[in-house]
Structure formats: structure tokens, C-alpha cells
């Protein structure tokens, strides 16, 4: 009953965490597609034919061993010896609630209000996913703590019940859960 109860909460944890993980992917390709519709419509604006547009934020997700990260990258180029152009990656500090948001303003250009935007939406994200985590570690912990004689306590009820429903033949006459008599 206790592995149950403890399989059934932690499982419904771990759906609510893929849940999060899913949302969080969700919104690094939202902001990546929002990203490309500016771009095409600054691109077009008749001030800015011909000129270069480019906005080096960038919203990443990382899941691994347990833990979700939504980070803000700058991806710059560099030139490379062979005359083309090497990509690099650059973080973005953090605070502890989130990013700055007029930090991550004056690094974008064309998308400075989507960057605000998804900055608070990723914010909301992050907050949901460490409450999450408190209460995963918080159930761990009350599980573990149970005195030694309540889980053995609970799992003798269970197996006593169970023998109850099973029929045995006369053969075990000599046990009394299995003869009848007392």
C-alpha cells in the first residue's frame, strides 16, 4: 500500500514535470517562430532594405538529469580560417527571480518587446517548475521518514488480507490462518 501510494504520487509528479518540460519547449519555439515573423517584416520595412538585420538573443531550454533550464543565449560569428563564419554561444547572467529585462532589451534590437515577453512568460515557467521540485523533495522526505514499523506494519495488513482471500486446501491443517480453527 505504502509502494503504491508512493509510486502513485511520484508518478503523478514526474507527468506534471514532463508537462512543464513540454510547455518550456513550447515556448523557446514560439519565441524562435515570433523571432523569424519580425524578422521578415523588419526585413521588408522600406527604411531597412538592404541593411543587415540581426538580433543575437536567443531562448534555450535544457533538460538533463532532472533539472529544466530556460536560459537566454547571444549566438555571435566569428570568422574561422578557412574564410568562413564559426558560431558561439555567450550566456546571459541570471538573477534570481530571472533575467534583467532592460538588460536583455539593450541586447536585442528588432525584438526588444518579444524578448519582455517571453522573458515573463519563462519567468512564470520557472517559478511553477521549483514549486514543483519542492514538492517532489518534500514527499521523498515525509516517505522516508515514516517510522521502519509502519511500512513493515502496512505491508504484513496487506499480505494478511490477501492470504485471507486465498483458499487452502485441509494439507496445512496446522497453521491457523490456513485450518480455520484458533
Known sequence: LLEAYE?????VLELEEARIVGHANELKFAFMQA???LY?????????????IYSPLALVTRYHKGSLSILWQEIHFKPNRAGGKTKYYRQIRKIAEGYQIPKLRSRATYDGELVEDFELRARELRKYWSQLMEL????????????????????????????????????????PETSGTV
Open 136 to 175: 517532489k523533495k518534500a514527499v521523498r522526505v515525509a516517505l522516508s521518514k515514516l517510522p521502519p514499523g509502519v511500512a513493515a506494519a502496512l505491508a504484513e495488513k496487506n499480505a494478511r488480507s490477501v492470504n485471507r482471500l486465498i483458499p487452502r486446501s485441509q494439507e496445512n491443517s496446522g497453521h
Open 40 to 52: 521578415q517584416s523588419a526585413k521588408a520595412a522600406t527604411d531597412n532594405q538592404g541593411k543587415g
Open 35 to 37: 523571432k523569424m515573423d
Open 7 to 11: 509510486h502513485g504520487v511520484l508518478e
